[in-house]
Structure formats: C-alpha cells, structure tokens
C-alpha cells in the first residue's frame, strides 16, 4: 500500500499563481494498493497533497461507503514503515540501528541478522508498487502533467487511468473480469489498538525466524 501525490494545474487557483509568478502546482493526495498481478485493490483520490498517509489510509478504512478490501483472517497487506504493524498490516521491523529501506542496503553492506534480512526481503517486495506506478505513469502522461481544468474532472480522469490499467492487465494475464468482489465483513478496524499491534509483532517476529532459519 502506499500514497501518491501527482501535480494537479486547477483552474481556481490560476489566477493566484500567476499574481505570484510561481510555477507551483497544486497537490493531490491518494491512497491505493496492488497485487502481485501489479493490479490496483483500492483507489480514494481527492485528499490534500499535504494529508498524512495514516490520516488518509485511516479515513479510507473508517468509512463504510468505500468498501475498503481489507484482507481476510490470515493474510495481510504489506506496508512500508510509515504504517503500524498490525493485524491484517505487515510492516518492516522498527528498532534502532536496523535498516528498514531498500536503498540502505543497496548502499551500504549486506543485511546483517535476522531483522535485517526480513526488512530487505520485505522492502523488495514492496518494490511491486512502484512497478505499478512507473507502468501507470509511463502509459498515462496525463498523470505527471495535469492540464487546467475542475479538479473533480481530474479526479475523474485519475480514476480512470487506473481502471484502465486493471482492465489491459486483466486481458494480459487472461484474467476473467468479474463484476463484482467480495469484501470482508467489516469490523473493529483500531489499527492502533496495542493488542493488535502485538499479535502482529508475533507473526512478524515468526515470519523473520522463518527466513533466518531457511536460508
């Protein structure tokens, strides 16, 4: 899962940035998540660019009319450190002097112990996302330069790269295209409840024994 902000031209606020002959665009700010088939699970596009990941990952979660696919007993979404480690929310090991990112270890030496080597492996796969969004931006080039019109036209157009983006993968894998997905019956979605948080701890502890002890 991750959040985007692609630079948006609105015709409200034209005015207004050539009154200060800036080139600065306004900022939207979206929350999205894929699969492995680099498929787009959920889209909620129309935040502030400035909006926090978590205010807006948590909005998404907390109302009821977005249907958010949250992931069923057992499984979970993988999320970058920026998110709590909770039940149905992997995220990479927290702790002082451990590497979380892809790019320190890139730079840097080989990951060194256990935590370490679960947060490379998880930040690998993580490179997934960004797959998505290179194809996404590569095949739609509306999507770095956005041209002046309303904003909720550009929301709309935003959405629609995105469907079309399922839809040509969907006919590249030879997906059969349903109407329709089932999602999870909603519950007591606190993702900072300590009690959740541990339970995750746990499996996220069990996972990196896992890989220790294999390779």
């Not at 606020?13 to 699969?35: P, V």
């Not at 993988?78 to 790019?103: A, F, M, Q």
């Not at 019956?185 to 541990?198: G, H, S």
Request: proline share 7%.
């Amino acid at each position: 899962m991750a959040g985007f902000d692609p630079k948006m031209k609105d015709e409200e606020n034209r005015d207004k940035r050539e009154n200060e002959k800036t080139e600065d665009q306004s900022n939207c700010d979206y929350i999205e998540g894929c699969i492995n088939h680099r498929l787009f699970t959920f889209i909620n596009v129309g935040f502030e660019g400035s909006a926090h990941d978590i205010t807006v990952w948590n909005h998404c979660l907390t109302v009821p009319e977005f249907r958010f696919p949250h992931p069923p007993p057992g499984k979970y979404y993988l999320v970058d450190s920026g998110y709590p480690n909770t039940v149905g929310y992997l995220s990479p090991i927290k702790e002082k002097d451990i590497r979380t990112h892809l790019p320190e270890f890139r730079n840097g030496p080989p990951p060194q112990g256990m935590l370490e080597l679960f947060n490379y492996l998880h930040s690998s796969l993580r490179t997934t996302i960004e797959r998505c969004f290179g194809q996404l931006k590569g095949r739609w080039k509306i999507l770095t330069m956005m041209p002046q019109m309303d904003t909720k036209h550009q929301l709309a157009i935003m959405v629609a790269t995105f469907t079309l983006h399922n839809f040509i993968r969907l006919h590249e894998l030879d997906i059969p295209i349903d109407s329709g997905i089932e999602i999870e019956p909603r519950a007591d979605y606190d993702l900072f409840n300590e009690n959740r948080k541990a339970v995750m701890k746990e499996v996220q502890l069990n996972i990196a024994k896992e890989i220790w002890n294999v390779l």
